[in-house]
């Protein structure tokens, strides 16, 4: 004899690993620890010390006037 389902259960068995596939591609995706973004950031925040210490010129204090 055939097994018997709950046609509501399956549906939403179904929806569940649907979403979870979903998820899982976003992960993968999108997933960048919180290390991962810190260091970036701090890399990216010396690049720009860096840059800075090597102008020739100061930037005019009045530059906003223009």
Do not use: S, Y
Request: no cysteine.
């Amino acid at each position: 004899m055939a097994e018997l389902i709950n046609l509501n259960k399956a549906r939403k068995q179904k929806a569940r690993a649907a979403a979870e596939a979903l998820a899982a591609a976003n992960r993968v995706k999108f997933g960048r620890t919180k290390a991962d973004k810190q260091r970036d950031a701090a890399v990216e925040a010396e690049a720009a010390r860096r840059l800075d210490g090597l102008r020739r010129e100061p930037l005019p204090t009045d530059q906003a006037d223009d």
